[in-house]
C-alpha cells in the first residue's frame, strides 16, 4: 500500500507519501479489472482522466530513475569502481523494467537527468500528468544548444504554466522552444544549425507492403524549396486533369527527376516561391527574433538574412507582403492584398494566420479553409469564421452533435464542442514574438524593402 516518510515537502509539513510495488499492483488491478463507464460522458472524462494518469506515470518512471542512476553509482563508487564506470549498465535495467531496447532504456535515463538538473518546470509538469513524456523531449531536444542558465530560463517560460503547456500540440511545442531559444542565444542556434547542416544525409530503410522510406536530412532552405516544387507539379497536373492523388504525383515526379532527369515543367509555370513571415525589426537587423515559413515553423533571424544577401546576390527577386500583427500578442490580424479575388487573398490569410490545423493537440497542415459557423446556418465567409483544418478534422466536425462557434478576444479563438458535451479552445499561434511596446514606424519615404536593401547591400 501506500507509505509515509517522516520528511517534508519543500512548501509544507505534510508527509510525503512513497510508492511501493504493491500500491502500483493495486492500481494496475483497478485499471484492469474495473467494469468500463456505460455512459459516454463518463467514457470522455475517463479517458482524459487516464490520459493524464499515463503522463503521470511516466513522470513517476522518469523520477525512479533519476534514483535509480544516483543509488547505483553511490553503490559501485563504494565498491571502488572508476568514475567513468560506475554507470555501466544503469540504462539497461531500465529497459528491462520498461520492456524496451537498451538504447531506450538509455535515452530515458538521459532525459530524466536532464529534467532533474536543468529543467524542474519541465518535470513538475509531467510528473503532474500535464505533458507526455515524448513533449518533455521535445522540451530538451529544442533548448539542448543553450547553457544551463539560459536552459532553465527557457524552461520557466515555457513550462512554468502547465495548463498553457498541456493545451499544445507537440508541433506547436516544438516551434514554441525553437523560437524561444534563437531568442535567448541566437549564436549557440546558429552554430548548431552548422553542425546540423554537414551532418545533411540521405537514408533509406523498408516500409511495410514491399514500400521503402526514402529520408533526406537537408538544410530547412534546401528542404522547404524541394517540397515545395513537388507540391507545384502536383497542383498543376491535377488542374490538367491528372487522376492520380497529390502524393502520388509528388512521388512520381520525385522519382523521375532523380533517376531519369525529366522536368516536367510546362509553360507557364511560375517562379519558385517560399513564403517567410518576419517582423520589420528583423528584417532590418535591429532584433534577433526569429522568422516563420509557413508549414515548417521559426528560422533563426541570421539565417533568414543570409538567404536574402544570397539571393540578392544571385538575381533572385526578392518581393514584400506586408502584414499586420497585434503587437501584446503577436496574432495576425490582417494582410495586405495583392490579387484581385477575395476569396485568394483570405485563404492566404487564413494559413498564415493559424500555420497548422486549429483543433486542439493536431500537428497535421491546413487542408482546408473552414467556416466556424457554417455557410448554411448563416455564418460568413470571412476572418473571424473561418479556421484551418486538416481534411480529417474537417470531416469530424461535419459530424451530427459537433458544435463550433469563434470567441471574442484579442486572438483569434474558437471554441468547439463535441457531441458529449466536451469543450475545447483553440487559439490562433503568434505570427511574430509578442511585444509588449507598439511596432516601430519605419522612416517616411523609405519602405522596408528599400531599407532592407541599403542594409544588406552595405553589410556585404
Not at 289 to 309: K, V
Not at 310 to 315: M, R
Amino acid at each position: 500500500m501506500i507509505r509515509t516518510t517522516g520528511r517534508e515537502r519543500p512548501g509544507g509539513g505534510t508527509p510525503s507519501l512513497v510508492l511501493d510495488p504493491a500500491q502500483v499492483e493495486l492500481m494496475l488491478s483497478q485499471v484492469t479489472t474495473a467494469a468500463l463507464p456505460a455512459d459516454d460522458v463518463a467514457r470522455m472524462d475517463v479517458l482524459r482522466g487516464l490520459e493524464q494518469l499515463k503522463c503521470a506515470v511516466e513522470g513517476a518512471q522518469a523520477a525512479i530513475a533519476v534514483g535509480f542512476d544516483a543509488s547505483q553509482r553511490q553503490v559501485a563508487s563504494e565498491r571502488g569502481v572508476r568514475s567513468e564506470k560506475q554507470g555501466d549498465g544503469i540504462g539497461h535495467q531500465i529497459a528491462l523494467a520498461r520492456r524496451e531496447s537498451p538504447q531506450k532504456g538509455s535515452r530515458h535515463l538521459g532525459l530524466a537527468k536532464i529534467l532533474k538538473a536543468e529543467m524542474p518546470h519541465t518535470m513538475r509538469a509531467l510528473r503532474g500528468g500535464f505533458i507526455t513524456e515524448w513533449r518533455a523531449t521535445i522540451l530538451a531536444r529544442e533548448t539542448a544548444c543553450l547553457d544551463v542558465e539560459r536552459r532553465r530560463e527557457s524552461d520557466k517560460i515555457l513550462a512554468a504554466d502547465a495548463d498553457r503547456l498541456s493545451a499544445m500540440g507537440d508541433l506547436e511545442t516544438e516551434r514554441e522552444a525553437r523560437r524561444l531559444a534563437s531568442r535567448l542565444d541566437p549564436a549557440s542556434v546558429a552554430a548548431r544549425r552548422r553542425r546540423a547542416e554537414g551532418e545533411r544525409t540521405v537514408t533509406v530503410r523498408p516500409a511495410p507492403d514491399t514500400m521503402t522510406w526514402l529520408t533526406a536530412s537537408l538544410p530547412v532552405r534546401d528542404g522547404v524549396a524541394v517540397f515545395a516544387v513537388l507540391k507545384r507539379e502536383a497542383t498543376r497536373l491535377i488542374a490538367a486533369g491528372d487522376e492520380r492523388s497529390r502524393g502520388q504525383i509528388m512521388a512520381d515526379t520525385l522519382v523521375n527527376r532523380v533517376l531519369h532527369g525529366v522536368a516536367q515543367e510546362g509553360p507557364g509555370v511560375p517562379a519558385l516561391a517560399v513564403n517567410v513571415v518576419v517582423s520589420v525589426d528583423t528584417l532590418l537587423g535591429e532584433s534577433d527574433d526569429p522568422a516563420t515559413i509557413p508549414g515548417y515553423g521559426p528560422i533563426p533571424a541570421d539565417l533568414l538574412r543570409e538567404w536574402i544577401r544570397d539571393g540578392l546576390d544571385a538575381g533572385v527577386e526578392v518581393s514584400l507582403r506586408r502584414l499586420f500583427a497585434e503587437p501584446s500578442t503577436g496574432a495576425l490580424v490582417a494582410m495586405e492584398s495583392r490579387r484581385r479575388a477575395f476569396d485568394g487573398s483570405l485563404a492566404d490569410f487564413i494559413e498564415l494566420r493559424d500555420q497548422q490545423c486549429r483543433t486542439p493537440w493536431c500537428d497535421a497542415p491546413v487542408r482546408h479553409r473552414d467556416h466556424v459557423v457554417t455557410a448554411a446556418h448563416g455564418g460568413p465567409t470571412s476572418a473571424a469564421n473561418a479556421q484551418g483544418l486538416c481534411e480529417a478534422c474537417n470531416y469530424a466536425k461535419e459530424a451530427i452533435g459537433w458544435q463550433a462557434w469563434p470567441r471574442p478576444g484579442p486572438v483569434h479563438t474558437v471554441e468547439t464542442i463535441t457531441p458529449t458535451g466536451h469543450r475545447y479552445l483553440s487559439t490562433a499561434p503568434p505570427i511574430i514574438e509578442p511585444r509588449g511596446r507598439p511596432m516601430r514606424k519605419l522612416p517616411d519615404g523609405m519602405s522596408p524593402v528599400e531599407r532592407l536593401l541599403a542594409q544588406l547591400l552595405s553589410a556585404a
